[in-house]
T-cell receptor, first 112, second 116 residues
């Protein structure tokens, strides 16, 4: 399974953009990058995913570098409710079940 | 609401006992995943089923077993319980095991197990 590296924690001011980096230097060509977050002890919540191109949805934007070795999740206007642990995951290929292997994630604190 | 339903939400049981956790996947999802989250271990992948067949195995103890039934719901059986098995157990589902749009993995809200 391709591993990811994320900062342990980050702070962000409310209303500002939160930029969460992730390194995945061993990613293979057909592996997707997924982002989830977990608020307190709730079930992990899907945010966004991508393969090669940048992606945007109602929650966030995902910027993937051209060599695919790193990505950045952008929360454009962070609110206090965005305080959570954010996980960057390279999803296992289909022949390995397509499972998600979680690392330690980044604990994002959004402050007033 | 992710559409993945887990029961029970909370469970307290004694050491040595056996419990069964149940998961109903999202409508149309064929793949079910089980995860364990304890305070000191983070989210650990246990096992995955696809359309009734075991698809991938993670760090699942021999005392634990799972199955997926023809109606696609899944059960995780935990036996000879120890204090260290106290954790939050999550079930997740996806349409298939492939990456990409239409195959996102969605998680339930978990079952809290306390072993005393």
């Amino acid at each position: 399974d391709a591993k990811t590296t994320q900062p342990t924690s980050m702070d962000c001011a409310e209303g500002r953009a939160a930029n969460l980096p992730c390194n995945h230097s061993t990613i293979s060509g057909n592996e997707y990058v997924y982002w989830y977050r977990q608020i307190h002890s709730q079930g992990p919540q899907y945010i966004i995913h991508g393969l090669k191109n940048n992606e945007t949805n109602e929650m966030a934007s995902l910027i993937i570098t051209e060599d695919r070795k790193s990505s950045t999740l952008i929360l454009p206007h962070a609110t206090l409710r965005d305080t959570a642990v954010y996980y960057c995951i390279v999803r296992a290929p289909y022949n390995q079940g397509g499972k998600l292997i979680f690392g330690q994630g980044t604990e994002l604190s959004v402050k007033p | 609401d992710s559409g993945v339903t887990q029961t029970p939400k909370h469970l307290i049981t004694a050491t040595g006992q056996r419990v069964t956790l149940r998961c109903s996947p999202r409508s149309g999802d064929l793949s079910v995943y089980w995860y364990q989250q304890s305070l000191d271990q983070g989210l650990q992948f246990l096992i995955q089923y696809y359309n009734g067949e075991e698809r991938a195995k993670g760090n699942i103890l021999e005392r634990f077993s799972a199955q997926q039934f023809p109606d696609l719901h899944s059960e995780l059986n935990l036996s000879s319980l120890e204090l260290g098995d106290s954790a939050l157990y999550f079930c997740a589902s996806s349409r298939t095991g492939r990456g990409g749009s239409g195959n996102t993995i969605y998680f339930g809200e978990g079952s809290w197990l306390t072993v005393v």
